[in-house]
């Protein structure tokens, strides 16, 4: 069975989580500016994170779900495993794996795990809509 169809409609629908991650990180971060700085500052903050931590996670969503994502489903469907559970728990067991390579730093290894988990679970939404037009 080909399950192209799957696959690509997981990782385009994979691309919805760092709008959701990065905008609680900027909500976050204008809260925490509104308290110390201002109305003003709290705007500053909030766009400039929602764009800073927007570009670098597209960034890490395009190449986790591409090397990681992509394989992971392929195997996991032709063993008829899919689940979000099981799919969640892989992409934040990646993103903490990622995370342990790159940073020392326990607020970024979670924003890590945070892409890692919301990712696939997009991922997985969106192949399993995808399924269900089959």
Request: aromatic share 20%.
């Amino acid at each position: 069975m080909n399950y192209g169809n799957e696959m690509r409609a997981g990782y385009l629908f994979s691309f919805l989580s760092p709008f959701l991650v990065s905008g609680a990180v900027a909500i976050w971060a204008a809260i925490e500016e509104l308290n110390h700085n201002g109305i003003a500052a709290m705007f500053g903050a909030f766009f400039g994170s929602y764009v800073l931590f927007g570009i670098f996670s597209f960034l890490y969503m395009a190449v986790f779900c591409a090397i990681i994502g992509l394989p992971t489903y392929y195997v996991l469907r032709k063993l008829n495993w899919v689940n979000p559970i099981l799919i969640v728990i892989i992409g934040g067991g990646a993103g903490f794996l990622y995370a342990l390579t790159d940073t020392a730093n326990p607020y970024f290894r979670s924003l890590f795990v945070a892409y890692g988990a919301a990712g696939a679970f997009f991922f997985w939404l969106g192949s399993s809509r995808a399924r269900k037009k089959l």
